[in-house]
């Protein structure tokens, strides 16, 4: 119940590998001798990152421009993939942003794309390849959810909501697959300092002490899914919050939330 070793016609796919998590991901995947599907926008930057990992570690990596947050793009996507006569081994569905702010005076049609790439795109191509894997008996999803996806976050509500449903999704899929060999993990990273802070236009620093780097989140993240974990959150401190959202009332974390929100400014 695990990811499976690296083999010639296998492939692990990646999204959100053009940067963050996804990009880091992809490398240590690539260290480990995983051939790779990258896939995100910004094509320019996977070939680049697929050109080192090609170069560095020998492996395939292949290179797909989807925008997930368009249906017609995540069809052709999944289309594209199934027509390889390669296998699919594992899917690390790390891409997502998110947006901050009150709701109230967000743009609907930003939040409505924050939720097709953060939940549709992923369930969509949960569903697609995951078959394939039970019926093959082995294989390995990574849904990437978030510490936000924990507790309600006032200022984030859409994001935080589109990471609980990861979080709660992924779990349940991975009771489902128990004694199947194939292993459904969530990541659930606190503060990292990637471009997803500069587009959800939110401070990492607000808790510095929770920040663990993206080398040592991708390390973890691929380890679970090595092992078949359910859940893994990186760092310490993020494990207390993690453990701590789920036993506190919303009625106690809810005002603590809103007052460190007004602290931030």
């Known amino acids: 119940m695990s990811l499976p070793a690296p083999a010639e016609d296998v492939d692990v796919v990646v999204t959100g590998a053009s940067s963050g998590i996804g990009a880091e ?74 947006t901050s702010g009150s709701f109230a005076r967000l743009p609907l049609a930003r939040e409505r794309e924050e939720v097709e790439v953060n939940v549709v795109a992923l369930l969509e191509l949960t569903h697609a390849f995951l078959p394939g894997m039970v019926a093959a008996g082995r294989g390995a999803v990574l849904n990437v ?37 194939v292993s459904c993990t969530t990541l659930c990273p606190g503060p990292v300092d990637t471009e997803w802070a ?23 993240a691929v380890a679970a899914m090595e092992q078949g974990k359910r859940v893994v959150v990186p760092g310490m401190v993020p494990k207390t919050l993690a453990n701590a959202s789920r036993v506190a009332p919303h009625s106690v974390l809810l005002p603590m939330l809103s007052f460190a929100r007004r602290m931030r400014g």
């Open 198 to 220: 500069t587009i959800a236009g939110v401070e990492t620093a607000v808790l510095p002490a929770a920040k663990v780097g993206v080398e040592r989140v991708a390390e973890e």
């Open 145 to 181: 959810a978030s510490l936000a996806g924990f507790q309600p976050m006032p200022g984030m509500a859409t994001y935080s909501a589109t990471k609980a449903f990861v979080l709660t999704f992924s779990e349940a899929v991975h009771q489902e697959l128990r004694g199947s060999g």
């Open 25 to 98: 991901l992809a490398r240590v995947l690539a260290r480990r001798g995983h051939n790779l599907v990258l896939v995100a926008r910004r094509e320019d930057r996977m070939r680049k990152l697929a050109d080192q990992l090609r170069t560095t570690h020998d492996v395939a990596a292949e290179v797909i421009g989807c925008d997930l947050a368009a249906r017609a793009d995540r069809v052709a996507l999944v289309d594209r993939i199934r027509s390889r006569s390669r296998v699919i081994g594992g899917v690390c569905n790390c891409a997502g942003f998110g």
